[in-house]
Structures are given as C-alpha cells and as structure tokens.
C-alpha cells in the first residue's frame, strides 16, 4: 500500500499570519502520524514564510515515521540538511513570489548544479527524491543523476477539466512507467485532494503521496485526526 506523508506547512502558515505560537505544525505533526500517516513533509524555504529553522530542529527530534525536508538545491539548504539528517530530502524548485511550487525542476538544464547537490547529500547518507514533471526526459535525467526517487509534480492533472484531465492523467501513468522501469522510486504529490487521487491510486506504482494543502483544509471543518483517517483510507482503496 502506498504512504501518506503529510505536509504540515499550511499549519504554519495560518501561525505566521498572526506571528505567535500556534497552531504549531510540530503538534500537527504527531497527530498526523497517531492518525495514521506515514510520513511528515515540510518545505523550509528561503525566505521562511512558513515553516521555521526552530521547526525543523523540533520535528527532526520529535517524528517518528519518517521525515521528508522539501528544499531548494542551494548551499544554505544542503547545509541545514547535511546538518540535521532529515531521513530524506525532495529538491523542489522555487521562486520567491510564487504562492506554492510552480512545477516540476528542471533538471537537464541543471543538470550539473543539482548533480553537485545530489553529491554532497548522499555523501552525507541522506536519500535524494526530485520533484519533477510527468516528462520522461526529466525523470531520465533523474535517474542519471542517480537520484533515489522521483516525486511526480501533479498539479497539472489536479487543475485540468474535462477531456483534458484525462490527458494529464495519461501522462502520470506513463511517468510511473518510466521511473519504475529505471529503478527509481517514485511519490506524488501537488495539489491532489479527496476527490481527485481516486484515479491516481488506482494507477498503481506510487509508494508515497505527500498531500498537505486539502488535509489541512479539512481539517479546519472536520479535525486533523479524522481528515488523514479519511486519506489513508483512500491510499489503501477505500
């Protein structure tokens, strides 16, 4: 059966709305996982809009499935990583004004900057997962990298109506394909909800979902507990 990894960055923005300390996404998090999750992603950014230096140090401490750090390949994040040892690290791209992640790397046309990356972090013995488009020549590169994973970008298939969701989700499947067939393991992830990862799951190949935006979003109506009960039952069919 596939894992959840629950992204709790949303926990943090709505406690940076207002500066204090709450809702604390290192509590969020250990509900998440007494509720069932597998995992718990967290993006540390640049510019630290939600997620903080004090919350990674905490989680790192405190989580106890398994810790996904979501970060920019520059060489302040290889540091901090290098230096706290999540149990993984997913190298996403990012851009200061954007509102969440765009898309997936580039990583043939960085190929040499995210090798240089790669090199230091599994140097460290930490395992590398990209996020990339469902594009076979970047999943290729992926795996010339020697990257450890690949996490499909799918919010091209969660944003498209129509005859068009179809296509997106064509080329998802043919994505899991192609990272499977070149040994690497494949997650998922952006922008996937209660409704739209029925037909993802039913693709198969996908070890891990990282889903944080409509989790939290339920959980505002429903509460944490029952909203990743609800996904997990998902994941495994239900």
Same mark, same amino acid.
């Given at each position: 059966?596939? +894992?959840?990894?629950?992204?709790?960055?949303?926990? $943090?923005?709505? !406690?940076?709305? !207002?500066?204090?300390?709450?809702?604390? =996404?290192?509590? $969020?998090?250990?509900?998440?996982?007494? *509720?069932?999750?597998?995992?718990?992603?967290? @993006?540390?950014?640049?510019?630290? &809009?939600?997620?903080?230096?004090?919350?990674?140090?905490?989680?790192?401490?405190?989580?106890?499935?398994?810790?996904?750090?979501?970060?920019?390949?520059?060489?302040?994040?290889?540091?901090? $990583?290098?230096?706290? +040892?999540?149990?993984?690290?997913?190298? #996403?791209?990012?851009? &200061?004004?954007?509102?969440?992640?765009?898309?997936?790397?580039?990583?043939?046309?960085?190929?040499?900057?995210?090798?240089? /990356?790669?090199?230091?972090?599994? @140097?460290?013995?930490? =395992? %590398?997962?990209?996020? #990339?488009? =469902?594009?076979?020549?970047?999943?290729?590169? /992926?795996?010339?990298?020697?990257?450890?994973?690949?996490?499909?970008?799918?919010?091209?298939?969660? /944003?498209?109506?129509?005859?068009?969701?179809?296509?997106?989700? $064509?080329?998802?499947?043919?994505?899991?394909?192609?990272? !499977?067939?070149?040994?690497?393991?494949? @997650?998922?992830?952006?922008?996937?909800?209660? %409704?739209?990862? +029925? =037909? #993802? %799951?039913?693709?198969?190949?996908?070890?891990?979902?990282?889903?944080? @935006?409509?989790?939290? /979003?339920? *959980?505002?109506?429903?509460?944490?507990?029952? *909203?990743?009960?609800?996904? #997990?039952?998902?994941?495994?069919?239900?």
């Amino acid at each position: 059966m596939p +894992r959840l990894g629950v992204n709790v960055d949303h926990v $943090a923005t709505i !406690r940076q709305a !207002r500066g204090g300390v709450e809702p604390d =996404p290192v509590t $969020a998090a250990a509900l998440c996982e007494l *509720a069932g999750a597998e995992g718990i992603t967290v @993006h540390l950014r640049e510019d630290r &809009r939600h997620i903080q230096d004090r919350d990674l140090k905490l989680l790192r401490q405190t989580v106890q499935t398994h810790l996904n750090l979501e970060m920019a390949a520059t060489e302040e994040m290889v540091g901090i $990583a290098l230096e706290l +040892r999540p149990d993984y690290v997913t190298l #996403v791209p990012e851009k &200061r004004q954007e509102l969440t992640t765009e898309g997936g790397l580039d990583v043939l046309g960085n190929f040499a900057g995210l090798g240089s /990356s790669l090199e230091r972090l599994r @140097h460290g013995g930490i =395992p %590398v997962s990209l996020f #990339v488009d =469902p594009d076979p020549a970047q999943i290729e590169a /992926s795996a010339r990298l020697k990257a450890d994973a690949i996490e499909i970008h799918t919010g091209c298939y969660c /944003s498209a109506r129509g005859a068009q969701q179809q296509v997106e989700l $064509a080329k998802i499947a043919a994505a899991i394909e192609c990272g !499977r067939g070149l040994g690497l393991a494949v @997650h998922a992830g952006h922008g996937l909800n209660y %409704v739209n990862i +029925r =037909p #993802v %799951v039913q693709l198969g190949g996908i070890e891990e979902y990282n889903i944080g @935006h409509s989790i939290i /979003s339920r *959980a505002v109506m429903v509460g944490l507990d029952r *909203a990743v009960r609800e996904m #997990v039952s998902l994941l495994q069919g239900g």
